[in-house]
């Protein structure tokens, strides 16, 4: 029996080992070799994000957020031919300085079309910093917008030309509404063969040019330039003077005025009368049967109508650009030809 019992103590017990050591190190194997592929997967995984560069995530960097907090323009009120200067409160509202040294541009359009900008300021502005900028140049090569009549749509942009990374472009733009009055009413009359002309005064040089136009008439004068009685012909309908106010056409100045600013009247130079003789219209000859001892010519202009018209002047003063009014008056006058 003690033989059978320690047999049998022996046979379980290193049985029962056998088993127990044999599966523990199975068990202990299988783990070992989940890690390992669990490490190897991560590490392949890791390998493959940092190849597309997806790597760990990190906070995005501070940068300026600017944004325009006021939009304004001077003169307060404004009339159609007033040159309009617009400004803009620029404000940063992100979280960090925007940088030195670059343009902090704004640019200004009305009804959707760019007039003006501003490029002048390239300070940096710190967060919570405002700063205020004027235009000071403009695809017309100005720094004003001339008004024109009527109610239209202005808005300011900053950073318009994206030279400044931001936290957010989505608030770089504020508009709002001008109204531009109809421009102050103008007076014409004709002294002598000048145009005298009233209006409201404007803060800017502007310019006047103006016309005669009437019954045009031609005689036969004799050798010492004698009309011959009884030889005068209307001979048709002609005009003199600028239409336009321009200094470089043929009849320079005939019939202009500068307007310095401020002014309410001006007196134009001469309507150059010499126009019509110098044949714009043609040869009195073709019109007039004279004596073989006379000379077919003009005598008068018989003015009927005065137009004059006042200006907005291109940057070198020269050329008038917008037309702000225009006044006709009837008249009863002879201008010698």
């Given at each position: 029996?003690?033989?059978?019992?320690?047999?049998?103590?022996?046979?379980?017990?290193?049985?029962?080992?056998?088993?127990?050591?044999?599966?523990?190190?199975?068990?202990?194997?299988?783990?070992?070799?989940?890690?390992?592929?669990?490490?190897?997967v991560a590490a392949t995984t890791a390998a493959t994000?940092?190849?597309?560069?997806?790597?760990?995530?990190?906070?995005?960097?501070?940068?300026?957020?600017?944004?325009?907090?006021?939009?304004?323009?001077?003169?307060?009120?404004?009339?159609?031919?007033?040159?309009?200067?617009?400004?803009?409160?620029?404000?940063?509202?992100?979280?960090?300085?925007?940088?030195?040294?670059?343009?902090?541009?704004?640019?200004?359009?009305?009804?959707?079309?760019?007039?003006?900008?501003?490029?002048?300021?390239?300070?940096?502005?710190?967060?919570?910093?405002?700063?205020?900028?004027?235009?000071?140049?403009?695809?017309?090569?100005?720094?004003?917008?001339?008004?024109?009549?009527?109610?239209?749509?202005?808005?300011?942009?900053?950073?318009?030309?994206?030279?400044?990374?931001?936290?957010?472009?989505?608030?770089?733009?504020?508009?709002?509404?001008?109204?531009?009055?109809?421009?102050?009413?103008?007076?014409?009359?004709?002294?002598?063969?000048?145009?005298?002309?009233?209006?409201?005064?404007?803060?800017?040089?502007?310019?006047?040019?103006?016309?005669?136009?009437?019954?045009?008439?031609?005689?036969?004068?004799?050798?010492?330039g004698r009309v011959v009685a009884g030889t005068e012909?209307?001979?048709?309908?002609?005009?003199?003077?600028?239409?336009?106010?321009?200094?470089?056409?043929?009849?320079?100045?005939?019939?202009?005025?500068?307007?310095?600013?401020?002014?309410?009247?001006?007196?134009?130079?001469?309507?150059?009368?010499?126009?019509?003789?110098?044949?714009?219209?043609?040869?009195?000859?073709?019109?007039?049967?004279?004596?073989?001892?006379?000379?077919?010519?003009?005598?008068?202009?018989?003015?009927?109508?005065?137009?004059?018209?006042?200006?907005?002047?291109?940057?070198?003063?020269?050329?008038?650009?917008?037309?702000?009014?225009?006044?006709?008056?009837?008249?009863?006058?002879?201008?010698?030809?």
């Amino acid at each position: 029996m003690r033989s059978s019992t320690r047999n049998a103590t022996s046979t379980t017990g290193t049985s029962a080992g056998r088993n127990t050591g044999g599966n523990t190190g199975r068990s202990a194997g299988r783990s070992i070799g989940k890690t390992i592929a669990a490490a190897a997967v991560a590490a392949t995984t890791a390998a493959t994000l940092s190849a597309i560069g997806a790597g760990p995530a990190h906070a995005a960097p501070a940068r300026p957020d600017l944004t325009v907090t006021a939009l304004t323009w001077t003169p307060g009120g404004v009339s159609a031919g007033t040159p309009v200067t617009f400004s803009a409160t620029v404000k940063n509202v992100g979280k960090a300085a925007s940088p030195a040294g670059v343009v902090h541009g704004v640019g200004f359009q009305v009804d959707g079309k760019l007039v003006t900008w501003s490029d002048t300021r390239t300070a940096s502005l710190k967060p919570g910093q405002s700063a205020t900028v004027t235009a000071n140049f403009g695809p017309a090569k100005s720094a004003t917008w001339a008004a024109t009549q009527g109610k239209h749509e202005v808005l300011a942009y900053v950073d318009d030309a994206q030279r400044i990374a931001e936290s957010g472009e989505g608030n770089n733009r504020t508009k709002t509404t001008l109204t531009v009055a109809a421009a102050p009413a103008m007076t014409t009359t004709l002294k002598g063969s000048s145009s005298y002309s009233t209006f409201a005064a404007l803060p800017q040089r502007t310019g006047v040019s103006s016309t005669v136009r009437g019954s045009g008439y031609g005689a036969c004068h004799t050798a010492d330039g004698r009309v011959v009685a009884g030889t005068e012909k209307l001979l048709g309908e002609y005009s003199a003077g600028n239409s336009v106010y321009y200094t470089g056409g043929p009849y320079v100045y005939s019939g202009l005025a500068d307007v310095p600013a401020g002014a309410t009247s001006a007196t134009s130079a001469p309507i150059d009368m010499t126009e019509i003789r110098r044949g714009r219209y043609g040869d009195p000859a073709l019109k007039l049967t004279c004596a073989a001892d006379q000379l077919p010519g003009f005598t008068r202009l018989h003015v009927t109508e005065l137009t004059s018209k006042r200006w907005t002047l291109n940057e070198g003063g020269w050329s008038g650009e917008t037309l702000l009014s225009t006044a006709t008056a009837k008249v009863s006058a002879d201008l010698p030809i």
